[in-house]
């Protein structure tokens, strides 16, 4: 917990002159997708609110924002704790990932696109595999999707998938071997960003349909088997 306190501490110049409950939401959220949260977590209101410099009414007021996200659950005398997914809710994940991504690449429009965000991101993910940093290429991919729906120009469509990729970060804790979920999406990222730069949106939602039904059941075969053997999240 204490790595976790100093990642927030850095954050809260990030808060300025208005430390309001939604902005402290965002920073949580975004640890979450980050994955210094795992979820069972327990987030005590202290030591969070300590780090950030927010008054224990704001904190309280962002645990329910996120708590409305389905990203954080309030247990009765227990405290506030990050949420441990169901299969149910990956699956869920996954039919909303599908709708959504798929319908930003098909209503790009005309090329040329503004790829640049997109490429970064698959160049994030190539250099954490070299470092053999598994759980950062785990990253890189969620911000590969974060930037190929960022290409739809739309803040609400934002809004809503930075909490369904948050929440799928939950689902990539539970996994036992992060190197064998994540590798074999660096070569499927770099072709979805090459047909995008060849100006070929049929063929990039192609690739990304595929794409996301086979991650589909790559992460609920590893989920079903982690939970059903009794393995805690995280």
């Known amino acids: 917990m204490a790595e976790q306190l100093t990642g927030l501490a850095d954050d809260r110049a990030l808060l300025g002159r208005t430390s309001t409950a939604e902005r402290v939401s965002d920073i949580l959220r975004a640890r979450i997708a980050e994955g210094y949260f795992p979820p069972g977590t327990r987030l005590s209101e202290d030591s969070i609110g300590g780090a950030l410099g927010v008054s224990r009414n704001t904190l ?31 699956e869920d994940i996954y039919r909303t990932r599908m709708l959504v991504e798929c319908a930003v690449v098909r209503g790009l429009g005309e090329p040329p696109y503004g790829l640049g965000d997109l490429e970064g991101a698959v160049g994030e993910g190539q250099r954490a595999a070299r470092e053999g940093d598994w759980n950062g290429v785990g990253t890189a991919n969620i911000h590969f999707h974060r930037e190929l729906v960022a290409l739809a120009g739309s803040d609400r469509t934002d809004e809503l998938m930075r909490s369904v990729f948050a929440e799928l970060r939950l689902a990539f804790h539970v996994v036992d071997d992060p190197r064998r979920l994540h590798e074999p999406y660096l070569v499927r990222n770099l072709e979805i960003l090459q047909a995008l730069q060849g100006g070929d949106r049929d063929k ?18 590893v989920y079903r088997r982690r939970v059903g053997e009794g393995v805690p999240p995280g």
């Open 60 to 90: 309280r007021e962002s645990f329910r924002l996120l708590t409305h996200e389905r990203l954080l659950v309030h247990e009765l005398n227990r405290g506030v704790f990050v949420r441990v997914l169901t299969v149910e809710d990956v």
């Open 204 to 221: 990039a939602e192609r690739l990304l349909a595929v794409y996301l039904e086979d991650s589909l059941r790559r992460v609920v075969e």
